[in-house]
């Protein structure tokens, strides 16, 4: 272990309280929620967020179904990137309890390089397209094969694609096939480039993550465990952004939509000139500021919006009976619009 990777852990676990050696994991309930950049209809920036609680089992296998309207751009030389990746994991050693941050990139590969990896995962070793999760820690380099196909024909309505990928058991030793710092997965987000295009037309859909976990302790997977987490998307997200002036006396006002619906109680910042301004919305999404301004004949406005995943129960069954639904999240995403507007 190098040095800078011994004084990164520690760092890790000054931040957390040591109890993993103690813990008992019994609880399995993922989230998955979804981003795309801009929040269009079209878009081909997509990135799928998979949570799972500290204090659950550890992931054994997850099943990414994509929407249905969704397409893929696949056939990519090896050596590709295709985008990025960003994850924590609980780690057993050398300090037991420590959340260690993981980077790096997802990169396109071939069915020679993984394909023996991935069949006791996926039943297969043949797949429409391969790709490695390449993360890297202060050095050390752990690399993840991911694969991705057309949905099944049985699921065409629900899905368009399905992505998978497993992840050894934190609970054997590296030399038993186990994983490398005894590390558990608390969460990976995956940003794609032009490999997910969403939907020409706006709309609400819906992402499905089947999951599966390990026991708590050695054995084989716990497939009764099995459970499904939903994400929605629903497009386009978007600010608007108003202004009428009456005596040098701006009224700015805006809403927050997603899908055609206002969000309620979230923060926009209303950048006026080179000012910023808070303002929260109603329940109807809606959002006014008055402002006055003291000289000039225009002035540009901006107002900025993040919106953050909102998870909740589910409202839709899950497709993949006897699998529950466990969690539905909404999108997170960023919305922007800008004005040039004339003060009278």
């Known amino acids: 272990m190098t040095r800078k990777f011994r004084m990164l852990i520690l760092g890790a676990a000054s931040l957390v309280t040591l109890v993993f050696a103690g813990a008992a994991f019994a609880a399995f309930t993922p989230t998955l929620a979804i981003g795309q950049t801009p929040p269009t209809a079209g878009s081909s920036a997509t990135s799928f967020r998979l949570t799972v609680p500290r204090d659950d089992d550890a992931l054994f296998k997850a ?22 990746v960003a994850a924590q994991v609980l780690v057993r050693e050398p300090i037991a309890g420590a959340v260690l941050p993981l980077t790096g990139a997802v990169v396109v590969t071939d069915q020679a390089t993984v394909g023996a990896a991935v069949t006791p995962c996926t039943g297969t070793a043949t797949h429409a397209g391969y790709w490695v999760l390449v993360l890297q820690a202060a050095g050390q380099e ?59 037309s706006g709309g609400t859909y819906r992402w499905h993550a089947v999951t599966t976990p390990w026991p708590n302790g050695p054995g084989l997977p716990n497939v009764a465990g099995t459970v499904s ?31 055609g619906q206002g969000i309620g109680s979230r ?53 993949f009976a006897p699998v529950p639904c466990v969690t539905e999240t909404s999108q997170f995403f960023t919305a922007t619009r800008s004005i040039l507007a004339r003060v009278r």
Request: some cysteine; glycine content about 10%.
């Open 267 to 319: 923060a926009v910042t209303v950048r006026v000139g080179t000012r910023n301004y808070a303002v929260r919305t109603n329940a109807a999404g809606r959002f006014t500021k008055v402002v006055r301004i003291a000289r000039g004949s225009r002035v540009t406005i901006r107002a900025t919006a993040a919106v953050p995943a909102r998870t909740g129960s589910c409202t839709t069954p899950s497709p």
């Open 63 to 84: 099943s990414f179904y994509v929407p249905a309207g969704y397409t893929a751009t696949l056939g990519q030389a090896p050596g590709t990137q295709l985008g990025t």
């Open 142 to 200: 752990l690399r993840v094969p991911m694969v991705i196909d057309p949905a099944p024909a049985a699921l065409a309505s629900v899905a368009s694609y399905v992505m998978q990928v497993c992840l050894p058991s934190p609970h054997i030793p590296v030399s038993a096939g186990g994983a490398t710092f005894g590390a558990k997965l608390i969460q990976a987000q995956i940003n794609l480039n032009n490999v997910l295009s969403a939907p020409s």
């Open 229 to 259: 987490a939903q994400g929605t998307t629903a497009l386009p997200g978007a600010v608007s952004l108003a202004a009428k002036s009456k005596k040098r006396v701006l009224t700015i006002t805006g809403r927050l939509t997603e899908g």
